[in-house]
């Protein structure tokens, strides 16, 4: 049987000061992988800095979910990875095609925090446990989507916050995730900037919100002011 091949899709906003080592590490440790970077309106250098490294830009209508869908549809390879850009996989492209050599319908990663503050470990702890325990992960775990599942399913909702949320219990209903067995990186910088208890106890209130109904766009506003 030949190993699956991956596709990597970038979403980035102003995400100038990391954008280069993440594709030059996707570079070395993910050899011949696709890797599309789509921006959505970034007032930094981002883009010219992606150009160098990407094998192709796009630039997209505002908004995560648009952008990806933008990337995904432009990849052929039989697994679409969706990575943020301040996400780094803690593995290389052959444990990631082992990983896939049995098919699964879809994924993600357990989650590593950068920052040394004691509390983002209990943060991580709580992040991974949650996503084991439903099935429903969040976009900094890096979901893998088989590509024809993502097309049956519509790709992302066109909504400008909890699109992975979202995805995530679509995909659960068709097959239980399959969980890597190694982690990604993400940057623990929103926690940090906002605090971390502060960050913890808004996250949960986005999330029941959604749950109770409220609409993406409320939360957006609610989130970014």
């Known amino acids: 049987m030949s190993l699956p091949t991956l596709g990597f899709v970038v979403p980035v906003l102003d995400e100038a000061e990391g954008i280069t080592s993440l594709l030059e590490y996707l570079s070395d440790h993910f050899p011949g992988v696709a890797r599309i970077v789509v921006d959505g309106g970034s007032s930094d250098d981002t883009v010219a800095k992606a150009m160098r490294c990407s094998e192709q830009l796009l630039i997209a209508e505002p908004g995560r979910a648009r952008q990806m869908n933008l990337g995904a549809a432009g990849i052929e390879a039989d697994y679409l990875v969706f990575l943020h850009a301040d996400t780094l996989p803690q593995f290389a492209l052959t444990f990631m095609q082992q990983q896939l050599q049995s098919r699964p319908a879809w994924g993600f990663c357990p989650l590593q925090l950068s920052g040394d503050h004691w509390l983002l470990r209990w943060v991580e702890r709580g992040i991974n446990w949650r996503s084991g325990a439903t099935g429903v992960a969040t976009g900094d775990q890096m979901l893998f989507v088989r590509r024809d599942l993502f097309q049956t399913q519509g790709g992302f909702a066109d909504q400008p916050l909890m699109e992975d949320v979202e995805l995530c219990k679509r995909l659960r209903?068709?097959?239980?995730?399959?969980?890597?067995g190694k982690t990604v990186l993400t940057s623990s910088r929103r926690w940090e900037q906002r605090g971390i208890?502060?960050?913890?106890?808004?996250?949960?209130?986005?999330?029941?919100?959604?749950?109770?109904?409220?609409?993406?766009?409320?939360?957006?506003?609610?989130?970014?002011?």
């Open 197 to 225: 208890v502060r960050t913890i106890v808004q996250m949960w209130c986005l999330r029941l919100a959604y749950r109770l109904g409220v609409s993406p766009r409320r939360l957006w506003r609610a989130y970014y002011g």
């Open 173 to 180: 209903r068709v097959s239980p995730p399959h969980i890597l």
